[in-house]
C-alpha cells in the first residue's frame, strides 16, 4: 500500500503556509496530482484558467504533452493572483523570490517543511505522497480508473489500479459500513446463544 495522506493531515498541510505561493503548490500537487518535476517545469502559457486546465509539456510518455483539469475556484483564484502582471507565456509559472525557476528540490524540501510543522510523519512529507494522495480519494470519490489513469499519466491502467489497495484501517472502515449479512447482530445475542446451546445437547443425545 503506497504512503498517502489521511484526511486530517490533508487539511492541516493544505492550510499550513500562508505565503500564497506556497499554498498554491501544495494545493496544485494534491489537485491534479502532477509529478514535482512536471510542476516545476509549467510554463505561464501552459495554464489555461478559462477553460480550466493545464498542460503538463514534459509529460512521460506524451509528445504532445498531457492535459489535466483544474476545477477548483480557490486554486484558480491563486493561480492567476500569482502570475499577476507577468505576460511571458515561456516563463516558468514557479518562481523564487529572485525570480530564478523553482527547482524539484527546492519545492521537495518546501512540502517536507509545512509538512513537518504540522506534524506529519516524515515519510510522508514528499510530493508523491500529494500524488499518491490525489489518486486515493479520487478513487475513493468514484473516479473511474481510465479517468484517473489518464490524468496522472500512467503507461497501463494495472499500474494505476494500485491505488485500489486499501490499508487496513480503510478496509475496516468499509466493512463497517458495509455488513455481510450473516453477521449482522442478532435481535437478542444471549437467546440465540441458548438456542445454539440446547440444539448440540439435543444433536448429542441422539447419537
Not at 103 to 109: D, G, L
Request: aromatic share 6%; charged share 30%.
Amino acid at each position: 500500500m503506497r504512503k498517502y495522506l489521511k484526511q486530517d493531515e490533508l487539511k492541516l498541510l493544505l492550510n499550513a503556509p500562508r505565503r500564497p505561493r506556497d499554498r498554491l503548490i501544495l494545493r496544485l500537487l494534491y489537485e491534479t496530482g502532477m509529478r514535482v518535476g512536471e510542476l516545476a517545469d509549467l510554463r505561464i502559457g501552459d495554464i489555461d484558467l478559462e477553460n480550466s486546465e493545464m498542460t503538463i509539456q514534459q509529460a512521460k510518455r506524451h509528445k504532445e504533452g498531457r492535459k489535466v483539469p483544474l476545477v477548483s475556484d480557490y486554486t484558480k483564484m491563486l493561480v492567476r493572483d500569482y502570475i499577476g502582471t507577468r505576460k511571458n507565456k515561456k516563463d516558468h509559472f514557479l518562481v523564487s523570490n529572485k525570480r530564478t525557476p523553482l527547482s524539484r528540490r527546492q519545492i521537495e524540501r518546501l512540502v517536507a517543511k509545512y509538512g513537518q510543522q504540522v506534524g506529519i510523519d516524515s515519510e510522508k512529507c514528499h510530493p508523491h505522497v500529494l500524488r499518491h494522495t490525489h489518486a486515493v480519494y479520487a478513487l475513493k470519490s468514484g473516479i473511474d480508473l481510465r479517468t484517473l489513469q489518464q490524468n496522472l499519466g500512467h503507461s497501463s491502467i494495472e499500474v494505476t489500479a494500485i491505488y485500489l489497495t486499501l490499508d487496513i484501517e480503510d478496509r475496516k472502515q468499509v466493512y463497517e459500513e458495509h455488513p455481510l449479512p450473516e453477521l449482522m447482530e442478532p435481535d437478542d445475542p444471549f437467546e440465540m446463544h441458548k438456542a445454539h446451546r440446547a440444539n448440540l445437547t439435543y444433536s448429542f443425545e441422539m447419537q
